[in-house]
């Protein structure tokens, strides 16, 4: 999880920064788990913590740059891979995470999202913005129906 998150964000981010610094914007995808920790997150909040720390940073050494450096959190977004991924293959796991959850985001959602932030005027940023479903108060409070 660090190496995909954190340590090939940095690496990206580092080699595209030449070619950013005419005009450009780096949207980084964390996760409501780089604001917040649960129990059996500890591997993933901490990579995602690391990840939007990248973000901050590069916001304070870029300063006055012509860059854009945005994160977008989402919360529960239900895409097949994600939870199938997150336990081992286990698709009884998978499904249980957004079991009951009325409406959970898509990918589309986020897609959205991430394309309304890039088509903002140039002289906006949107430094972090958190996205949840309705269903979804914190990482561990999820209204569920029965």
Partial sequence: MYEKNVIATLRLTQEALPELRDGGDVVLVTSTAAHGTYPGGAGYTAAKHAERMIANTM???????????????PGMVHTEEFSLNRYGGDQAKADAVYAGVKDPLTGDDIAEAIMWSLELPAHMNIDSMIIRPVAQASNTVVAREA
């Fill in 59 to 73: 916001r304070l050494e870029l300063v006055g740059e012509p860059i854009r450096i945005m994160e977008i959190a």
